[in-house]
Each structure stands twice: as C-alpha cells, then as structure tokens.
C-alpha cells in the first residue's frame, strides 16, 4: 500500500488499529488468569467487553469508507504482546504479578489512547463525522479503562501505606 | 533477570524505559529530518534535548538504587520504531509525512506516559522519595511533549478547515 494522501493515511491507520485491536482481544484471557485481585480481574474481563465493540466500531468505520474490515500488520502492537509474554512469563509471585498486569494494560491502552486521538483528528479533517463520532466513542473508553487501572494502582500504594 | 518483588519489578522496567529513551534519541533525527512544517521540526528536536534530560535522570535513578545503568531490550519501543520507519518509508508527500510524523512521536510519547506513570506509582510504593520526584519531573515532560503535538495537530485541523 502506498500512501500518498491523509485519506491514505487515514486507512492505514485503520487497519493498523484493527489488527491491534484483535491481538489484544487474544491476550487479554491469558491476562485475566495470572491476575490475583478480582477487582483487577474484573477490569480486564470488562476491557475485554469494550475491546469487542471497539473491533465493531471499526468495522462500521471501514463500512462508512466503503471499505473491507482488513487489519495490517501493527508492529507496536506486537512489540507491546510480545513484551507483556515476556514479563509475565518471569514472574511467579502473585503481588508482582498483579502490579506488573495493571503497568502492562496500562502501556496497551496508552498506545491505543494515541492512536484513536489521532483517528479522530485525521476523521474530522477528512470531514468523515460519523466516523469521528465512532472513534471518539471508542477514546473514552480508553481514556476510562487507563483511568480505572490508574486508581488500581493507587489502592495498591494506599494499601501498602497502610500495611 | 528473575522478578520476585516490586523492587526486581521496578529495576526491570528502568532497564526497559532506559533502552526505549536511548532508541527514541537514535531515531528522533530522522524524523526532524522527513519533517516539513518548522514548527514541527522545533517540537522534535526540543523533544530530543529533553529525552537527553531524560536519560541523565533514569542514571540518576540507577546510581540512587547503586546499579549500573544498563539498558534491558524493550520490545515495545522496538515494535513502536520499526512501525515509524516503515510508515516513513511509505510516504512521499511532504503533508502527509508531517501528519504521519505528529501521529508517530505521540504513539512514542504515550508509551513513555504509561511508563513513567507507572515508575512514579512503583518508586512511592518503595518509599523511594527521590527517585520518584525525578521520575515525575520526565512523565510531566512527556505529558507536555504529547500536548504540544496535539496541539500542532489541531492547528493542521484548523487551517485545512478554513483552507
């Protein structure tokens, strides 16, 4: 694919999100097992759900470009799984288990934060509203996911205050 | 490296950020390089001056733990420059690469906001004080970075609306 223009751009992205999107769905289970806490079992189980409409929200968005739903390759993304295995398969202790699950889906909804920021911009310059209006949908939700683990976190350091 | 305690958990993920900023600082001169729009070349070469800042604090960290400051290969930041250099590989127009290029510097940025969020939350947890301020001192930085490109991209936005 070559990409000579924002609308090119804009597809690629797409694509690029797709895949992202659909690896993540695949990594998220192996995630929820090694989780201990069952709040942050039932985040990851509940960003499971939304990751589901977020892959429907996209396909409505290559309907609208009258476009097939196909994913591209997303280096960042594997990069980002592959660094998740990595980590997960080193640890043993359930504490660190848990604290190192909520840093990983943190480093994944970040990625997707960027990039949904960027679809939305990309959508209204190429004055697709429907389409930006999806995307936006889906960018709270993450901003919501990062947001729910952020205070995750904060409870964990409260907790270990206090202990 | 085996990970037993948040304090291995915290050491790892240091090796990890120190790899990803010492990547971003080989790859940031290419991307000034390939950008067109000036006020986009000064927000990525101000990005690199403070990324050198950003190495020095993360040795800083190392020296207040008495480790060395070795990097540890993050697989992440790996994924995430690679994806970059193929994108830029792929566009001519000068437009579009200065679109591709704001979208690609805040994919980097939002990686390190995950990061660096979550170092501060680890550093406090371990009543590391010291580190923790320093460690802030770069997610506020890195948090500004992002900002600034947001805002870049909104004035793109605006002039194609009014162009």
Known sequence: MTIETLDDLFLHTLKDVLYAERKILKALPKME???????????????????????????????????????????????????????????????TMDAALISLAQAVEHYEIARYGTLVAWAKQLGL?????LLKSTLDQEYGADKALSKLAEQRLNAAAAG
Chains 1, 2 share one sequence.
């Not at 201990?36 to 939304?50: C, N, V």
């Not at 196909?70 to 993304?77: E, L, Q, S």
């Not at 509203?129 to 209006?133: F, K, N, S, V």
């Open 33 to 95: 097992r090694k989780a201990t806490d069952q709040k942050l079992k039932t985040a990851l189980l509940s960003h499971r759900d939304e990751t589901e409409d977020h892959v429907v929200r996209l396909e409505e968005v290559f309907e609208i470009l009258g476009k097939p739903a196909r994913g591209a390759k997303c280096d960042a993304m594997v990069g980002l799984i592959e660094e998740a295995e990595g980590l997960m398969a080193e640890i043993s202790d359930p504490e």
């Open 129 to 133: 509203l429907e389409a930006a209006a």
